[in-house]
């Protein structure tokens, strides 16, 4: 049989697998309640300027309401000979209402409706994921909290570089997060104007009113363009963007946390709920969530590759290739937003070892550079030169299989002969760290004011 939608012109149906090829319904189901909102707005729109009658709009209005009852109540067949929710709603609004449902499709195409469904839902989720991120930076910051004097390596290259604090470790990622919240309120911003009333690609004759529909649905202006309104995807393009860098961060903390939860560096231990234990090897606590959410950006950034190589070349307008942009972004949103989720429980329960950090923050001559510092500062030697005097005192302890603060006096004074007893003190943990107390530095004041200011911020 050929399609209820444009059977005119058309003797013959379609073949089985092109109905296959041309269905979106399996996925673009998710969109119901956004277009059964933007086909309300139109609707009123059209009785508000003498396009529809008000018996209709009523009619139109009260089939949509049940239908989204049904669809949410999991009571809706769909079709996918009907290819998409668009039609498969008007379909059975036509068999609840009547004639009047052939009415709602005036000055308006599918290309601007699924223009203004994705863009309405991206902005749901866009709303939802900012709510998730900021529990995330919760669960940061109270960690960051209750280890703010907690001394650990920082490291450069993954070698040991200068004693930072954990606290100050847990905020890095809090300001990552602060930027990636930034990013998708930035995405959110820009994709929100209207493109219902563009129609098909050109406008349409009838005397609609797009400034209604869009304030009705929540955007800020509708679109200016009748052609671009229709024909780009750059929203989902920036979410995408967006959803990878914030994937990028969080595959960063994963990685660490398998890191850090290893025998080997021990600095923190993973709670039994995000642990998994091991078939053959008893002793075994793996860390599979970090491992899923280190590895979740693939498909992320895959889906960003993938929808910019289905635009790219595109001639305007619309094309059927771009049917193709909701799953890639479905599937984005649902792992970033299963990742984010997941992470902010692992920082939540994950408990760090103060003990073993310490120690691991006193080895591998972390505080080589403070060595150099009191040089310059205690003998006035140029840095260069001290640096180069350091190198030498971490050589001869490298050879005696000590620590710089175990080398005794005399010894530094064969590199440096102006030492005193005094240089000892400034070669502990507890000085270097403290010491940094520049803005933005490590020291336990600057992280604690860091700290202070964004609790106010997620209040
Ligand atoms: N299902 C289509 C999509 O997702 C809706 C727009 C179809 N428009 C058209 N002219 N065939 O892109």
Not at 97 to 103: L, P, T, V
Not at 264 to 281: E, H, L, N, Y
Not at 318 to 337: H, L, N, R, S
Not at 415 to 423: F, H, K, L, R, T
Request: charged letters at 25%.
């Amino acid at each position: 049989a050929s399609n209820i939608m444009w059977g005119g012109r058309f003797a013959g149906g379609p073949a089985k697998v092109m109905e296959k090829i041309n269905a979106s319904i399996d996925y673009d189901k998710r969109f119901y309640a956004q277009d059964i909102r933007g086909s309300i707005a139109h609707a009123t729109m059209l009785a508000d300027r003498g396009v529809l009658t008000r018996e209709d709009l009523t009619a139109i209005t009260d089939g949509l309401n049940t239908i989204l009852r049904e669809i949410g109540e999991g009571r809706f067949e769909f079709s996918a000979a009907l290819e998409d929710i668009h039609m498969n709603v008007e379909a059975r609004l036509r068999e609840l209402i009547g004639d009047a449902a052939g009415r709602l499709h005036t000055a308006r195409s599918r290309n601007d409706q699924v223009a203004t469904d994705f863009r309405l839902w991206l902005r749901d989720a866009i709303d939802r994921l900012d709510g998730m991120l900021a529990d995330f930076q919760r669960a940061l910051l109270a960690q960051a909290e209750a280890h703010a004097e907690t001394a650990m390596p920082g490291f450069t290259h993954l070698q040991v570089a200068q004693p930072v604090t954990f606290g100050h470790h847990m905020m890095a990622y809090l300001e990552m997060t602060a930027r990636d919240r930034d990013r998708f309120a930035e995405t959110r911003r820009r994709l929100n104007e209207c493109p219902l009333g563009a129609a098909a690609l050109a406008g349409t004759s009838f005397p609609i009113d797009r400034e209604a529909t869009a304030a009705a649905l929540g955007f800020d202006r509708p679109t200016a363009n009748s052609l671009d309104s229709v024909s780009d995807r750059d929203f989902a393009l920036d979410y995408l963007h967006a959803a990878s860098v914030c994937a990028m961060h969080l595959s960063r903390l994963a990685e660490e946390l398998v890191i850090w939860s290893s025998a080997q560096f021990g600095f923190v231990k993973m709670s039994d709920a995000f642990s998994t234990g091991s078939s053959i090897m008893p002793q075994k606590r793996n860390p599979d969530a970090a491992e899923l959410v280190r590895a979740k950006i693939g498909r992320i950034t895959g889906s960003y590759v993938a929808l910019t190589t289905v635009m790219k070349g595109l001639p305007m307008t619309y094309g059927k290739d771009m049917q193709e942009d909701k799953e890639a972004v479905f599937d984005a949103a649902d792992t970033i937003e299963l990742s984010v989720t997941a992470m902010t429980g692992m920082i939540a329960d994950m408990s760090p070892d103060a003990g073993a950090m310490g120690r691991a923050a006193a080895q591998g001559f972390a505080t080589a550079t403070d060595f150099a510092d009191w040089l310059v500062q205690n003998l006035d030697m140029p840095f260069r030169e001290a640096h180069h005097a350091t190198g030498a005192a971490v050589r001869m302890a490298e050879a005696k299989g000590c620590d710089l603060g175990d080398l005794s006096l005399e010894e530094l004074r064969s590199i440096a002969p102006g030492v005193s007893e005094a240089v000892f003190e400034a070669l502990t943990v507890e000085r270097a760290v403290h010491g940094r107390n520049s803005y933005g530095g490590t020291a336990p004041a600057q992280v604690r004011a860091q700290i202070e200011r964004w609790k106010e911020k997620l209040a």
